[in-house]
């Protein structure tokens, strides 16, 4: 008792999530992460074969976007569903690192936040977590631009 | 026999990709979205460099189905629109390539925020 005083307050904070904090096991979760993302991926590839062979004059190119707007869909609707987090507790990376993740990163806080009001809930905590992603992607984009125009 | 081996390969580099992520996520405590950053980030280098071209030939949907597919064509559209319209190219073509993939995710979220209400979560 007398020892939890010496603790500033921070540090027994610090404590108390230590012992709250879920204890991952480290090999399990690889294994669930590498199953789970691996089957995403096959979806994927399975929606873009399965286009190519019903639209015969779609490119590979034009394919694989419908895939991904396919996929984002498929992933939107089973966040709404509340689908999509049952996934994400034993997948963990497996479910965040496919573009289904990024859709669930979207999706998820414009349900939650929807109470708040239409457009200071919904549209603007919609990005709190995609907000991030599309400008640091968008900043290397640029980058990346200038740098090909001047070599 | 032939389809077999390419999703045995799609399997095997899109899991790989996901795994990294879990690993990054259990040794350095990041949160979901420093991992979604991070894997743009190198998705988009590693295609501005010129490694991500061969991964996407080899592995297909592994390569593009993970974020870091999203990062490869911001960068691959950027390229291309410089190569097409010069410096204006650079501002346009990151979004470009990425409008369609970035339009459903927000019109399906604003849809489905509309709809469904979110449910406590069970951890």
């Given at each position: ?19 709250k ?9 690889l294994?669930?992460?590498?199953l ?14 399965a ?10 190119e ?17 966040t ?16 965040i ?12 806080p ?24 599309l ?17 | ?17 996901c ?23 190198i ?5 501005a460099?010129?490694?991500y ?8 949907a ?16 950027a ?23 970035i ?16 449910r406590?979560?069970?951890?």
């Open positions: 008792m007398k020892k939890e005083k010496h603790l500033s307050r921070n540090e027994q904070f610090v404590k108390y999530v230590e012992a904090t879920p204890k991952t096991k480290t090999f399990p979760t294994i669930w992460a590498y789970v993302g691996g089957i995403i991926c096959m979806i994927g590839q399975g929606i873009n074969d286009l190519m062979a019903i639209f015969p004059k779609m490119g590979q034009e394919a694989s976007t419908w895939m991904l707007i396919i996929l984002i869909f498929i992933a939107s609707l089973l709404g569903l509340g689908l999509y987090d049952r996934i994400g507790v034993f997948a963990g990376g497996g479910s690192v496919p573009i289904t993740g990024f859709s669930n990163s979207i999706t998820s414009a349900m939650e936040f929807k109470k708040e009001g239409i457009i200071f809930g919904l549209c603007v905590k919609m990005f709190s977590v995609a907000g991030p992603v400008v640091c992607g968008l900043v290397i984009s640029f980058i990346t631009g200038i740098i090909y125009l001047f070599i | 026999m032939d389809i077999f081996l390419t999703y045995l390969k799609v399997f095997a580099v899109g899991g790989l990709i795994m990294l992520g879990q690993l990054l996520i259990i040794k350095t405590k990041l949160t979901s979205s420093r991992i979604l950053v991070l894997f743009v980030c998705g988009a280098i590693l295609e460099v010129g490694l071209e061969p991964i996407a030939n080899f592995a297909k592994g390569a593009t189905v993970p974020i870091t597919g999203f990062g490869r064509s911001l960068a691959k559209g390229i291309q629109g410089v190569k097409e319209m010069g410096f204006l190219g650079a501002f346009a073509g990151g979004l470009t390539a990425t409008a369609a993939g339009t459903c995710a927000v019109v399906s979220a604003f849809v489905m925020g509309l709809i469904f209400n979110s406590t979560k069970k951890y």
